[in-house]
């Protein structure tokens, strides 16, 4: 398949509409993965006592990754799967709003990183489509995905970052959260993102930004909580109208919050530009020729033997492309 480029805008803090597809075939169920999410689960799961190549390289992120796909594949059976990558884990169109964001992870665990090129070299003889957007995260070419999407298409996301929670949307757009591996998955249509947040999908980000979000060093307004901050979104229209509020002494808030949110003005700016997923972001799409020999010619390589033979066998029961 061949690339498809978009200019990379930052967009505002509003709800994703769907665009025309233009790039992608008539799919009614498609499966997003979340590449980097899914690979650090099974690297720590499988991290002890660990799991090798012939020639002694660690292997036991991809095995559990192909593993926990061949499971997706099974229980979802969706028609197509979609294997999308971090081009960027830490954007410099996002630091440069923000400096601190992503400031405070650690440096990837010894072992892991070299295993990302290992998968791209199993997933390519699979023929199954993967896909990255240039110099920004996963969570920005899941969105390219999203908004692109018909209304009688069906996609999954399977991840672990609650930033994707912001494309939920109903019938189309479910999140499908890991909470322990893809063997217990948190289901979040709209009805769910309500019940677990309270607050509406479409305004998750709003609400993300107000709370703060320490995993990704973005500390949020000065003793602003989850309750507080889903009372501010609830309580007004967005975050313009909330600042306009706060200015005008709306008594609706509470002083200490006015007076908080007044001075969280500037960080609060930024985080309207950082935090919304862009889905205007350029996204490459590819897919190798699908070639079983290949395939477990690289997994006798690799000793991937019974994670590559059970994921043939679910694709040759499932349909699964």
């Not at 169920?29 to 690979?39: A, E, N, Q, Y």
């Not at 020639?55 to 559990?64: F, K, N, S």
């Not at 692109?148 to 069906?154: G, I, K, P």
């Not at 000793?303 to 994921?311: A, E």
Request: aromatic letters at 6%; hydrophobic letters at 40%.
């Amino acid at each position: 398949m061949g690339f498809v480029t978009r200019e990379a805008v930052v967009p505002a803090m509003t709800t994703l509409q769907p665009r025309s597809n233009d790039y992608a075939p008539s799919v009614s169920h498609r499966l997003l993965l979340d590449v980097s999410s899914m690979m650090y689960r099974a690297f720590f799961a499988l991290r002890d006592p660990g799991v090798f190549t012939p020639d002694g390289r660690p292997i036991a992120a991809v095995h559990g990754y192909l593993d926990m796909v061949t499971k997706l594949m099974v229980d979802r059976k969706p028609d197509e799967i979609v294997h999308v990558y971090d081009h960027d884990w830490r954007p410099v169109a996002r630091t440069d709003i923000y400096p601190a964001y992503k400031g405070n992870r650690l440096p990837d665990p010894e072992g892991l990183p070299e295993q990302f090129v290992l998968l791209r070299q199993v997933l390519d003889p699979t023929g199954m489509l993967q896909a990255q957007t240039e110099g920004w995260e996963a969570e920005d070419a899941i969105g390219a995905f999203c908004v692109d999407a018909r209304e009688d298409d069906r996609i999954e996301i399977v991840s672990g970052d609650r930033d994707l929670i912001q494309l939920v949307r109903d019938p189309v757009v479910k999140l499908l959260f890991t909470v322990r591996g893809v063997s217990d998955l948190l289901e979040l249509d709209e009805a769910g993102v309500l019940k677990k947040y309270e607050v509406p999908a479409s305004r998750y980000g709003e609400f993300a930004i107000l709370r703060g979000d320490p995993s990704d060093g973005l500390p949020g307004v000065r003793g602003v909580g989850a309750k507080t901050a889903r009372d501010l979104v609830l309580g007004s229209p967005s975050i313009d109208a909330l600042l306009e509020a706060a200015a005008a002494g709306d008594l609706r808030i509470k002083a200490g919050v006015r007076s908080r949110l007044l001075e969280a003005g500037p960080y609060l700016d930024a985080m309207r530009r950082l935090v919304p997923v862009n889905a205007e972001a350029p996204l490459s799409l590819w897919a190798g020729d699908r070639d079983e020999e290949a395939l477990k010619e690289v997994a006798t390589e690799l000793g991937l033997k019974g994670p590559v033979q059970r994921l043939l066998a679910a694709q040759a029961t499932t349909g699964t492309g």
